[in-house]
């Protein structure tokens, strides 16, 4: 078995054995200082042990990144090794064994970050199933089962909590890295680029996810955690040991999304092709962008959170213990800090892939594209400004409630446009409904009723009545659905021909997206209506006399479908990535100029480099083309950086 | 010209029909206090924002999808309208302008919902995991003709009918809600004393029985924290308050049965034998107990006081420490404490 052989394996093995000899040298350390190593009492000896397997785990991420290989170029460098130029793959390696190898090129990052990111997806999913289950009628019914005790020894209740807390947090890994995925593969192909300004950093940048999910996911095995993705404390100090690894698991995503976002940002600054503008570039790009300058500014509050109730657990610090000078609404702000222009991160690039689709399949121009790009970093600036909408029902100041309430009504405006765009792209084109194009006008429609439901959120004496209760739930997941997974499986099935060379089915595609849109459509307007009629989120029962079982059980059934019809589609890109019908050229038509080289593309993608001679959405102009593949050569053959600016 | 006119029809039919659906259709809870009204009166507002722009975009798409889709056999693309400088300069002021509209709605339907009555009475609230405990001050005459203060405590909150609460709220252990649909306002409640009361003003205005919920994330029992809510005339809620008034002049083990339930014992040990988050009471005293250390001990009553005030002290095995709260040495007089103890004492299997 060459799987044995791959760096994946050597890091997993490495990550094991690191994580205990971590926790012996804790217990080393512990020993040299002069403190107990174990004790009679319950309490102490909990947090010793804590202490212990917080220590090892740690070491043992690292330990992962030191065997999957992702700090040898670095390690080296330390060591006075002369740096490796030449970082291409070697070529007697077989193709596969790249995805599971440390590699530097941009494409094969892209496709690690995907396929992670759809296994993320699936298992955030199959959580959600379980207390959909559970939820489908009152009463503790399904999490109460044995098997469940037997194996994770903790009370249908608390498993509940469990699951919900890990959906949301796996769920946003998943499209963290999803993001990744979309940013790695698409932008340098889209400015010309051949590859990210940072290889060797974009490597890494993966690779720590990989430690990153598996602690996150092991905090089941350590009692689990029941905070809910937020983690607030004073909860979040109580809680069993999994939220140690809750709290580390996400670190190590937040690193991942810092280091990838400055690989963005630098990459779209100096490595566009010749005459490729600011205003020029695709308008992925600028989503990408948007997403990149947040990733790299908002990341640290929450990791600056997160490290704070680790310590307050682990060291009996006191930054929200009320009792010794500690604020427990502090925490809300440090994480509401991140925690709202992330959920921008994660629609951002799903709105990029929208206005990236559409034009295609109107055959017209991208309405308004300056306009379109500006709104992005529009969203971007004004996430800024918005986090405490949040809190508005957690004791702050209750007059600085109001400028809170203003600015997040302000997000309405940057979003119409994107809205009032694309309607007008579509406004007289000649529309064809291939599966891309069913999902990004799915999403429209889906991120328009997550858009109107924001604003009674917005108002402070209506958020009053909703805030908690399944009517966010419902918002959040229109926002979700149509800002991002919509807008990726979108992205799927677009670019499919252009990784694989090969062409899905319609046929499953289609029915992909309407078992989807269908279920998810009852899903979230029952979760909405549940949550108006009194029904609070994050809760493992309800009263029956609410009335709210039929519904329930409707939502849970839906719930399955969404379920289904994923299932239905992964099948089809796998089956079709073998069996699928050729597909070399530009498949769609597109003006976009990863169309006009080979699918899959070639290592370093172009041949030579491009020139931009148009603009990029000019459909429907005669004789306007936006690239020029094949330009005079350059004096020099200088890489078509520097010398591209406005 | 023919287009918009048929798109501008559907916009107004739809708006109409999704209006009307959404602002009489029984989509929230009876409406049962003064800041209700306010609240729903400005959610019919989002509806009817919401209807408008709903179907503005979507009679648009559908109207696109229907009549611009390619026919058969057609080639080409489409028209080229790169952009309108006029037309996006509208659709940004519009919606900036209906923004700020809204926001100073908002601020003042805020100060409506927060709007203070001198003479509120004034409740004391107590958040613990998964209890309510809601504590009213009474003047109770003296035999010497003055008045003085006293406590009343409830696991029930009950209200007067049209008079404003406010509703002084503190928590024991970890962040709770206080919400009731019903009333439609809610307040997260925080740990932490004096510094950190929060306050939440409720005018009923509808006499019935509700229920107080817990809508911040608290823990395993998190759905089960609830507490019924009553709303009754004064005239009802005057004598309530005068019959709960004043000492205990019930048995030891009655008045400790009282304490167990308005104190919140009972919400985590069972009365029936059955284990709950805390052990059973049932037939507990003088019985032998395995601590998490594993040593074993006999329940008598210096075992039953010390676990009621230093409950971390000796935990039995099986259940987690810190769970329980650990102020009753302050928060029950000792007299108290021995009638609770007498009434575990009175339960034998």
């Known amino acids: ?646 | 010209m023919v287009h918009f006119v048929i798109v501008g029809v559907l916009v107004i039919a739809s708006t109409l029909g999704l209006g009307l659906l959404l602002t009489n259709a029984p989509i929230l809870p009876l409406m049962a206090s003064e800041q209700a009204v306010t609240v729903d009166w400005l959610f019919n507002i989002h509806w009817w924002l919401i209807a408008f722009f709903f179907s503005l975009i979507t009679v648009f798409i559908l109207y696109s999808v229907f009549v611009f889709r390619r026919k058969p056999g057609e080639r080409g693309d489409g028209k080229f309208v790169a952009d309108n400088h006029r037309l996006e300069a509208v659709w940004t002021i519009i919606p900036i302008g209906i923004v700020l509209s809204l926001a100073v709605i908002g601020a003042s339907t805020l100060a409506d919902v927060e709007r203070r009555d001198p003479s509120a009475l004034s409740v004391d609230v107590y958040a613990s995991q998964w209890v309510w405990r809601f504590e009213y001050t009474v003047e109770v005459p003296t035999e010497a003709g003055e008045s003085v203060l006293t406590a009343v405590a409830s696991d029930r909150l009950i209200l007067p009918l049209g008079q404003q609460v406010v509703l002084r709220m503190r928590s024991t252990d970890v962040i709770h809600s206080f919400w009731v649909p019903e009333f439609r306002v809610k307040q997260d409640i925080l740990p932490g004393g004096s510094e950190f009361v929060r306050e939440l003003r409720i005018t009923p205005t509808e006499a019935g029985t509700y229920q107080v919920m817990c809508a911040e994330l608290c823990g395993q029992l998190h759905y089960a924290m609830v507490a019924e809510v009553q709303v009754v005339s004064a005239a009802e809620f005057d004598a309530w308050l005068a019959e709960n008034a004043g000492d205990c002049n019930l048995t030891d083990e009655q008045c400790g049965q009282r304490w167990a339930a308005t104190y919140g014992c009972t919400a985590c040990h069972s009365l029936t034998g059955q284990s709950g988050v805390g052990p059973t009471w049932l037939g507990l005293y003088n019985h032998e107990v395995t601590l998490t250390d594993g040593s074993v001990v006999i329940a008598d009553l210096d075992y039953l006081h010390r676990s009621i005030v230093d409950p971390n002290a000796q935990v039995v095995a099986g259940f987690q420490p810190g769970v329980m709260p650990q102020d009753f040495a302050e928060r029950l007089t000792e007299e108290q404490i021995q009638q609770i103890i007498a009434f575990i004492v009175s339960l034998q299997q």
């Open chain 1, 1 to 646: 078995m060459r799987f044995f052989s791959t760096g994946l394996f050597r890091g997993l093995i490495a990550q094991i054995i690191g994580t205990f000899a971590g926790m012996a040298l804790v217990m080393a350390v512990r020993v040299l200082m002069g403190l107990p190593i174990s004790s009679a009492d319950a309490a102490t000896q909990q947090h010793i042990t804590e202490v212990h397997v917080v220590g090892g785990v740690i070491i043992g991420a690292i330990a992962f990144l030191v065997g999957v290989g992702a700090l040898n170029e670095w390690l080296g460098w330390a060591r006075g090794k002369p740096i490796n130029e030449n970082i291409d793959p070697d070529p007697a390696k077989p193709n596969w064994m790249r995805y599971f190898d440390v590699d530097f090129d941009h494409k094969v990052i892209g496709i690690q970050y995907g396929v992670t990111s759809i296994l993320l997806l699936g298992f955030g999913g199959i959580m959600a199933l379980l207390f959909r289950v559970e939820l489908a009628q009152s009463g503790i019914t399904f999490l109460n089962s044995d098997i469940f005790e037997t194996i994770l020894g903790y009370s249908s209740e608390h498993l509940f909590n469990t699951l919900m807390s890990l959906h949301g947090i796996v769920m946003i890994g998943a499209i963290l890295l999803g993001v990744g995925a979309l940013s790695n593969y698409l932008v340098p192909m889209m400015i010309g680029a051949n590859d990210m300004a940072f290889p060797r950093l974009n490597s890494f940048a993966f690779w720590i996810n990989v430690p990153g999910a598996i602690i996150l996911i092991s905090s089941m095995f350590f009692g689990g955690f029941d905070t809910g993705w937020v983690g607030y404390p004073p909860l979040s100090v109580r809680a069993p040991l999994g939220m140690q690894m809750f709290l580390i698991g996400v670190y190590l995503i937040g690193l991942s999304s810092i280091s990838g976002a400055i690989n963005v940002i630098v990459t779209v600054f100096t490595m566009r092709a010749k005459g490729m503008t600011m205003f020029r570039m695709p308008i992925f790009v600028w989503a990408a962008l948007a997403t990149a300058i947040i990733q790299f500014t908002a990341t640290q509050m929450i990791g600056l959170s997160f490290q704070l109730v680790m310590l307050e657990r682990l060291f009996g610090m006191a930054f929200f213990d009320a009792t010794r000078g500690g604020d427990p609404i502090l925490y809300q702000h440090l994480f509401w800090f991140y925690s709202h222009p992330a959920v921008y991160v994660f629609i951002l690039p799903g709105l990029g892939i929208i206005s990236e689709i559409l034009p295609v399949f109107s055959r017209k121009p991208l309405f308004g594209y300056k306009a379109v790009a500006m709104s992005s970093l529009g969203i971007a600036l004004i996430g800024f400004f918005v986090w405490a909408h949040h809190m508005f029902a957690s004791g702050m100041s209750p007059y600085l409630r109001v400028p809170f309430m203003y600015a997040t009504l302000l997000v309405a405006v940057p979003t119409g446009v994107k809205f009032f765009s694309w309607v007008a792209t579509l406004w007289e084109g000649k529309l064809e409904f291939p599966t891309p194009m069913l999902f990004a006008l799915g999403s429209v429609v889906i991120f328009l009723l997550g858009g109107v439901t924001g604003p009674p959120l917005g108002t402070i004496a209506t958020d009053l009545h909703l805030h908690d209760t399944y009517f966010v739930v419902g918002h959040f997941h229109d926002t979700m659905f149509g800002g991002y997974v919509f807008p990726f499986f979108a992205a799927l099935y677009y670019w499919f021909p252009k990784l694989t060379g090969r062409m899905y089915s319609e046929k499953l595609g289609k029915l992909h997206f309407w078992l989807m849109w269908v279920g998810f459509m009852i899903l979230s307007n029952g979760m909405l209506l549940v949550g108006l009629l009194g029904m609070r989120r994050r809760i493992a029962d309800y009263d029956p006399a609410l009335g709210f079982d039929t519904t329930q059980m409707i939502m849970t059934i839906a719930g399955f479908a969404i379920f289904f019809s994923v299932v239905i589609g992964l099948y089809n890109l796998i089956n079709s990535a073998r069996r699928g019908a050729e597909a070399k050229g530009n498949v769609w038509n597109s003006r976009s100029p990863e169309w006009h080289i080979a699918s899959p593309p070639p290592l370093h993608n172009y041949p030579q480099p491009f020139e931009v001679v148009g603009e990029p959405y000019d459909y429907g102009l005669a004789d306007s083309p936006y690239v020029n593949m094949s330009p005079a050569p350059a004096a020099g053959h200088a890489p078509a950086a520097a010398e591209s600016k406005e």
